[in-house]
């Protein structure tokens, strides 16, 4: 498994904005295999970063989905949102291997 985790800096003043486009995101992840573990919005400290967790079963089932996403009509026009309305100012992308516990 690798999770792919975004760190992001948003206009403090688009939350909602936001928070509207990453609830579109998680759906797509999903319909698309792989398990989204949720966006997290600033609540106290730091009002303009956001972090995002999603995980696939390995690196080249992200490069699948990378691809398809690049095609697909939603998915395009959400990157178009994000482009217009500028809600999201950057993000850093890192993939990660989950450590669980055995029990």
């Not at 998680?26 to 966006?39: L, N, Q, S, T």
């Not at 009002?47 to 095609?71: G, H, K, M, P, T």
Request: aromatic content about 16%; hydrophobic content about 40%.
């Amino acid at each position: 498994m690798i999770t792919c985790y975004v760190k992001y800096v948003i206009d403090p003043y688009q939350v909602r904005e936001f928070e509207c486009y990453a609830l579109k995101w998680i759906g797509i992840v999903e319909e698309m295999g792989g398990i989204h573990h949720g966006y997290f919005l600033p609540a106290e400290g730091a009002n303009n970063i956001a972090y995002c967790l999603f995980s696939f079963d390995s690196l080249a089932q992200y490069e699948e989905y990378r691809v398809a996403i690049s095609s697909r009509a939603e998915c395009v026009e959400l990157f178009n949102e994000a482009n217009k309305k500028k809600f999201i100012l950057s993000y850093e992308r890192s993939f990660m291997k989950p450590l669980m516990s055995d029990k």
